[in-house]
């Protein structure tokens, strides 16, 4: 019977088919081993020289790495079996050859990173990097399932537009025909058009970013999932924010334990995370910061940890943030002079506004960036020109604001930094299925 190797437990005692790739070969003699992975999971294929016949034992013992097989032979149950799920091993009776493979270029060695890079399209299959991959993909759907549960529905907003809204520094411009056209930075001003048709919306999908500085947090391109929510102001959304990253959390410890397993997360980081998160404003995440500076032995540490109201956090920042405190963080009220144009500001204080990022804990950092928006016309237009921003390409967004504008708030949740955080990563860039960063668009 052809079975996949994330069943293999219900089939103890009996002859399975399995196709797959040879992941690994190792053994001499009359013994030969087979790692085989297929996707779904990696078994160890026990070729006996007893039990098989001679051409198949033959046909086991020159299999090379990423040859592709079907192996055919009996499960048995071994604790000490390697693998995912691991403690199974399958007796090989029979072995068809699809396609011999001559030097795969990826060997059991360490390679450097640029040399993996390059060869993205076949590192994939590397068992750490299946397994990033397979977190991520459980991340996506526990995205779209809570978010569909909650009544959120998807509207896709388009990646050609015609106005910045995350600054214009990161643009990527497009010759459209003669016009200049900007590849999406958000899809954030769609879905507040798109909240007055649906109520409560998201879009979710790639956007891009010309991020000119080498970070293991940046990507040109990543994947934002973006809620957006009618008549919500700040305090309802950060208890929105909570229950669906602690969700997204939740998911992937009960459906890819053995994934993070793989990866060696230690997940007593990931198991407490629940409803509420701790929440400091901006002020007071200054206070801090300033105080731990004071203290700090280290000149190196010190010099890193310097700041002043009104500056945006750099990641040591957000590191030391986070390190007060168990789990995720939301610091809030930002001064408006570091964040987006479109940020309601706080009536008696309006060089803070209604904001919220959400901090990751173990050095993470911001995997979360949201705010209440201007809903009155004059106070928008007020602030597209604070920001120099071109009046002409905002008509459609202003319009907004004239036809039954409500208070409302949003946020957007990156998914490879999220990815970085569940798994334990250190670099973003093994969150991406093909990461695009400065000096990097292939393959
Ligand atoms: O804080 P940001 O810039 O917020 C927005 O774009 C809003 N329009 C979202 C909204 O309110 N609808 O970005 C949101 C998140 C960040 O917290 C981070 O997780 C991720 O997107 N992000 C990046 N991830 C990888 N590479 C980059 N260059 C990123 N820039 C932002
Ligand atoms: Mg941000």
């Given at each position: 019977?052809?079975?996949?190797?994330?069943?293999?437990?219900?089939?103890?005692?009996r002859?399975?088919t399995?196709?797959?790739?040879?992941?690994?070969?190792?053994?001499?003699?009359?013994?030969?081993?087979?790692?085989?992975?297929?996707g779904?999971?990696?078994v160890?294929?026990?070729?006996f020289?007893?039990?098989?016949?001679?051409?198949?034992?033959?046909?086991?013992?020159?299999?090379?790495?990423?040859?592709?097989?079907?192996?055919?032979?009996?499960?048995?149950?071994?604790?000490?079996?390697?693998?995912v799920?691991?403690?199974?091993?399958?007796?090989?009776?029979?072995?068809?050859?699809?396609?011999?493979?001559?030097?795969?270029?990826?060997?059991?060695k360490?390679?450097?990173?640029?040399?993996?890079?390059?060869?993205?399209?076949?590192?994939?299959r590397?068992?750490?990097?299946?397994?990033?991959?397979?977190?991520?993909?459980?991340?996506?759907?526990?995205?779209?399932?809570?978010?569909?549960?909650?009544?959120?529905v998807?509207?896709?907003?388009?990646?050609?537009?015609?106005?910045?809204?995350?600054?214009?520094?990161?643009?990527?411009e497009?010759?459209?025909?003669?016009?200049?056209?900007?590849?999406?930075?958000?899809?954030?001003?769609?879905?507040?058009?798109?909240?007055?048709?649906?109520?409560?919306?998201?879009?979710?999908?790639?956007?891009?970013?010309?991020?000119?500085?080498?970070?293991?947090?940046?990507?040109?391109?990543?994947?934002?999932?973006?809620p957006?929510?009618?008549?919500?102001?700040?305090?309802?959304?950060?208890?929105?924010?909570?229950q669906?990253?602690?969700?997204?959390?939740?998911?992937?410890?009960r459906?890819?334990?053995a994934?993070l397993?793989?990866?060696?997360?230690?997940?007593?980081?990931?198991?407490?995370?629940?409803p509420?998160f701790?929440?400091?404003?901006?002020?007071?995440?200054?206070?801090?910061?300033?105080?731990?500076q004071?203290?700090?032995?280290?000149?190196?540490?010190?010099?890193?940890?310097?700041?002043?109201?009104?500056?945006?956090?750099?990641?040591?920042?957000?590191?030391?943030l986070?390190?007060?405190?168990?789990?995720?963080?939301?610091?809030t009220?930002?001064?408006a002079?570091?964040?987006?144009?479109?940020?309601?500001?706080?009536?008696?204080?309006p060089?803070?506004?209604?904001?919220?990022?959400?901090?990751a804990?173990?050095?993470?950092?911001e995997?979360?960036g949201?705010?209440?928006?201007?809903?009155?016309?004059?106070?928008?237009?007020?602030?597209?020109?604070?920001?120099?921003?071109?009046?002409e390409?905002?008509?459609?967004?202003?319009?907004?604001?004239?036809?039954?504008?409500?208070?409302?708030?949003?946020?957007?949740?990156?998914?490879?930094?999220?990815?970085?955080w569940?798994?334990?990563?250190?670099h973003?860039?093994?969150?991406?299925?093909y990461?695009?960063?400065?000096?990097r668009s292939?393959?």
């Amino acid at each position: 019977m052809l079975i996949r190797i994330e069943n293999i437990a219900d089939y103890v005692g009996r002859e399975v088919t399995l196709q797959g790739w040879v992941y690994a070969r190792t053994g001499k003699g009359k013994l030969h081993f087979v790692q085989l992975r297929d996707g779904t999971g990696t078994v160890q294929c026990v070729a006996f020289q007893k039990e098989a016949p001679e051409a198949v034992f033959e046909t086991a013992r020159q299999l090379t790495q990423e040859s592709a097989v079907a192996v055919t032979g009996t499960v048995r149950a071994d604790e000490r079996a390697p693998g995912v799920p691991g403690g199974y091993e399958v007796g090989v009776a029979d072995i068809q050859l699809l396609q011999a493979v001559e030097e795969y270029p990826i060997t059991p060695k360490e390679h450097g990173v640029e040399f993996l890079l390059d060869r993205r399209h076949l590192w994939i299959r590397s068992s750490r990097q299946w397994a990033i991959l397979r977190v991520r993909a459980t991340i996506m759907r526990a995205i779209r399932a809570w978010l569909h549960e909650n009544g959120f529905v998807e509207i896709s907003t388009p990646i050609i537009t015609p106005a910045a809204a995350e600054g214009t520094s990161t643009l990527f411009e497009i010759d459209y025909f003669g016009q200049r056209a900007f590849l999406a930075q958000t899809g954030q001003l769609y879905n507040e058009a798109n909240i007055a048709a649906f109520g409560k919306v998201y879009c979710f999908g790639p956007t891009f970013r010309a991020e000119k500085s080498k970070t293991r947090r940046h990507l040109t391109e990543f994947w934002m999932v973006e809620p957006e929510i009618a008549h919500c102001d700040l305090s309802q959304l950060l208890e929105i924010e909570e229950q669906f990253v602690s969700h997204i959390v939740q998911t992937c410890l009960r459906e890819r334990a053995a994934e993070l397993a793989l990866l060696q997360r230690d997940l007593s980081h990931l198991e407490n995370i629940a409803p509420p998160f701790a929440r400091i404003t901006y002020d007071e995440a200054i206070e801090r910061l300033q105080a731990l500076q004071a203290q700090c032995d280290d000149p190196e540490q010190k010099a890193l940890l310097e700041i002043e109201w009104g500056s945006d956090f750099g990641a040591p920042h957000e590191t030391a943030l986070t390190e007060m405190f168990t789990g995720p963080v939301f610091v809030t009220h930002y001064p408006a002079a570091v964040k987006a144009f479109y940020m309601t500001l706080v009536e008696d204080r309006p060089e803070v506004c209604y904001s919220a990022d959400l901090l990751a804990p173990e050095g993470y950092g911001e995997i979360i960036g949201g705010s209440e928006r201007i809903h009155e016309h004059a106070t928008l237009l007020e602030r597209i020109r604070a920001h120099d921003l071109p009046r002409e390409n905002y008509g459609w967004y202003l319009d907004l604001r004239k036809y039954g504008s409500v208070p409302h708030s949003g946020f957007g949740l990156g998914v490879e930094r999220t990815v970085a955080w569940i798994c334990g990563i250190e670099h973003i860039r093994e969150t991406s299925p093909y990461p695009r960063m400065l000096n990097r668009s292939t393959p």
